[in-house]
């Protein structure tokens, strides 16, 4: 069963506008959550990450919110630009630094 | 600072022969991790090690075994490569959390083709 889950396969948004990426997840241990940029060919890259004593985390454009009841996390890319354009994933951090991915959006910026 | 270095970028394999990927960190970090990723699936744990000569199994184990001898070096060996694995395959290390958040870095991945 998917601890992580990253229910939207793509999102589609137009340059200069936000971009919401949604993240679900079910075991209430988890503390630590992050976010990573993918581009083809490519590893995936740290953006942002929140630690559970937070409920918001910023750096730039990008914005993470956490609802600790709703087990829910959100990032915000304000405002979006076509280099954006990549597969995002959403992880938590467990014992070991070991990650537990979504399966990943794919945000489409157009210009 | 080269950060996480995977060896090969690529490899196509017969099944039933066998063969290492390389990872190496130069970030001085004790954990290290791989991860393989499949289509609409997102990253999966193989393996991890939490410091020298310590590993354990991560989410998908079978097929592989990984070594951790030096803090550098993270092997990921596939014992008898199967068409199930064919996927890419990625290398990561972090530092201790401790006080601080960390982050996991990764490498550029290995595509490995199994035919």
């Known amino acids: 069963d998917q601890q992580v889950k990253q229910n939207s396969p793509s999102l589609s948004v137009q340059e200069g506008r936000i971009s919401i990426l949604n993240c679900d997840y079910t075991?209430?241990?988890?503390?630590?959550f992050l976010w990573y940029k993918k581009y083809p060919a490519e590893g995936p890259t740290f953006l942002i990450s929140?630690?559970?004593?937070?409920d918001k985390n910023e750096d730039g454009r990008f914005t993470v919110f956490l609802n600790k009841s709703a087990k829910h996390l959100s990032l915000h890319i304000v405002p979006s630009q076509p280099g954006d354009s990549a597969v995002y994933f959403c992880?938590?951090?467990?014992?070991?630094?070991?990650?537990?991915f979504g399966a990943g959006t794919i945000l489409r910026v157009k210009s | 600072n080269a950060g996480v270095t995977q060896t090969p970028k690529f490899q196509v394999l017969k099944t039933g022969q066998s063969m290492t990927l390389q990872c190496a960190q130069d970030?001085?970090?004790?954990?290290m991790s791989w991860y393989r990723q499949d289509p609409g699936m997102g990253l999966r744990l193989i393996h991890y090690?939490?410091?020298?000569?310590?590993?354990d199994q991560g989410e998908v184990p079978n097929g592989y075994n990984v070594s951790r001898s030096t803090t550098e070096d993270f092997p990921l060996r596939l014992l008898s490569a199967a068409p199930s694995q064919t996927s890419v395959y990625f290398c990561?290390?972090?530092?201790?959390?401790?006080?601080?958040?960390?982050?996991?870095?990764f490498g550029q991945g290995t595509r490995l083709t199994v035919v």
């Open positions: 990561a290390s972090s530092s201790n959390r401790g006080q601080m958040n960390t982050e996991a870095f």
């Open positions: 075991n209430s241990m988890f503390d630590y």
């Open positions: 929140i630690s559970s004593i937070k």
């Open positions: 992880a938590a951090m467990e014992y070991g630094n070991k990650l537990v």
């Open positions: 970030m001085n970090h004790e954990y």
């Open positions: 090690s939490v410091g020298a000569g310590i590993t």
